[in-house]
């Protein structure tokens, strides 16, 4: 990597926050009620806050961005912390959105379970404590103008225990999870056909570095080709498997390298219209 190119992956890029506005159609949802029009979902993952780092300044304009549009829900996709273990700026990160009346919902992440045996116990309840509620294997309710939905939340395919079963059983009959969230965006090909109506995932950070200039950074994206663990067909953006929509996040922070280059962090504010 060249020099001017390198200092703006180090300095430049993983400051300059995307906010992307994806949108799905009521319409295209079979016996959803055209009244969740409008309804918006804040999506944040991959914040990788470290055990004695200040917080990245991308963090905090993300929440700041959160408060200012008050979406109706606000998701959080794992991947909080690099070692596992809770940092107390996770709470004051949590704090303005929590203030503010936002419901706030996540799942774990692989690297929310790298610290000692019980400290994945320690970071969930932690997280209640501070107003958050982090589903593993679960369903929440969802209304909205009247009408209800779910959302569930899966465990982490890599570190946890994922069970498909586990949340039909907690469904209405005849009932799907309006939104999944899933840290890992391969669980898709786990799920049986048309599962959820849109799934929300992270854990690939886009690639974090590409050297394919957008928009071939989707479709050359090294984690399509990579030998590693690190494997991904669904870097970035939208996707559909058996009949399950998946949007894959590029999330806000770093790991390994403190670079990010053709792959912004991302805060998601997707809207049903």
Not at 249 to 261: A, E
């Amino acid at each position: 990597m060249a020099p001017a190119s390198l200092a703006w992956a180090r300095y430049w890029e993983p400051y300059w926050l995307d906010v992307s506005r994806p949108t799905l159609r009521v319409a295209d949802i079979e016996g959803l009620s055209p009244a969740w029009k409008g309804y918006k979902i804040a999506y944040l993952s991959d914040l990788h806050l470290g055990k004695t780092a200040p917080p990245h300044r991308t963090l905090w304009t993300a929440v700041e961005q959160i408060v200012q549009e008050r979406p109706n829900l606000v998701t959080l996709g794992g991947d909080y912390f690099t070692k596992g273990k809770w940092n107390p700026v996770m709470a004051d990160l949590m704090r303005p959105m929590v203030e503010a009346g936002l419901p706030v919902v996540g799942v774990m992440g692989n690297h929310d379970y790298f610290g000692r045996r019980n400290d994945y116990l320690r970071i969930q309840a932690a997280f209640e404590k501070n107003g958050v509620r982090i589903l593993t294997n679960q369903v929440y309710p969802l209304d909205y103008a009247g009408e209800r939905a779910w959302l569930a939340g899966i465990d982490d395919m890599q570190k946890g225990e994922p069970d498909v079963e586990a949340i039909q059983a907690q469904l209405p009959p005849g009932q799907r999870p309006l939104v999944l969230l899933s840290h890992n965006p391969e669980m898709i090909e786990k799920l049986p056909a048309h599962f959820a109506e849109l799934t929300l995932s992270g854990h690939t950070h886009g690639g974090q570095i590409n050297f394919a200039l957008p928009p071939f950074h989707r479709s050359l994206n090294w984690l399509k080709f990579a030998w590693t663990n690190h494997r991904s067909q669904y870097p970035l953006g939208w996707y559909e498997y058996n009949r399950n929509r998946l949007y894959v996040g590029r999330g806000l922070g770093m790991s390994g390298y403190n670079l990010r280059f053709n792959a912004r962090p991302e805060l998601v504010m997707l809207t049903f219209v």
